[in-house]
């Protein structure tokens, strides 16, 4: 029986419909991601996750791991690839996964998807989900890593204040005023 991190393959793609909404091929793929990175580090320890993009592959590490945006484990930088780094908190040791242009000659599905050569009603997500399970992790390379000390340290929420404008709390280490009423909100008050 295929697995996927530590479910069933079958299980997996079921919670990938419930969350995501539809078979979302970049989740399918992440599984398998995740799952190639997983192998490749010691059973057992807690590990930092880092998605190098905002679509569909944090999803997926969040299904198969406990690491979340919400608990500070999964950050997202989006440096516009489709790949993951799992690390180890301490020292940022880990196994950084990437989907491998080269490895995807074979699979023209995949591909077309993948670099967007068709438009997105003219793909096959039958025929391009039935290949990425085909396929699996064989789309992917890896390679150790170890994470900027920078990068992993532990940031420490600061102080709190109310801002003068809106009357709400916000980190002190913002300035004078709230970033929202600094004009960083994407909205406006009614």
């Known amino acids: 029986m295929t697995r996927v ?24 793929l992440g599984g398998f991601m995740v799952d190639l990175a997983l192998k490749h580090l010691p059973p ?20 198969l791991t406990p690491c979340t945006v919400g608990n500070g484990w999964l950050r997202v ?17 880990g196994v950084r996964v990437y989907v491998d242009p080269l490895k995807l000659e074979a699979w023209p599905e995949i591909k077309d998807w993948f670099f967007k050569l068709k438009p997105k009603a003219q793909q096959n997500l039958q025929s391009l989900n039935e290949q990425i399970l085909e396929a699996g992790s064989t789309l992917c390379s890896f390679r150790t890593v170890t994470l900027d000390a920078d990068f992993i340290a532990v940031r420490r ?8 404008h809106c ?24």
Do not use: W
């Not at 929420?157 to 003068?164: E, I, K």
């Open 157 to 164: 929420r600061g102080a709190f204040a109310v801002c003068s």
């Open 5 to 28: 991190g530590a479910m069933a393959l079958e299980d997996y793609l079921q919670k990938v419909e419930a969350f995501h909404g539809h078979p979302a091929p970049g989740m399918v």
């Open 44 to 63: 057992g320890e807690f590990y930092d996750a880092l998605s190098e993009t905002p679509k569909c592959l944090p999803d997926a590490i969040q299904l």
């Open 167 to 190: 009357r709400e709390s916000y980190p002190a280490a913002d300035g004078p005023i709230c970033r929202a009423c600094q004009g960083q909100a994407p909205f406006q008050i009614s």
């Open 77 to 93: 930088l989006n440096l516009g690839r489709y790949a993951l780094v799992l690390y180890r908190k301490p020292g940022g040791e």
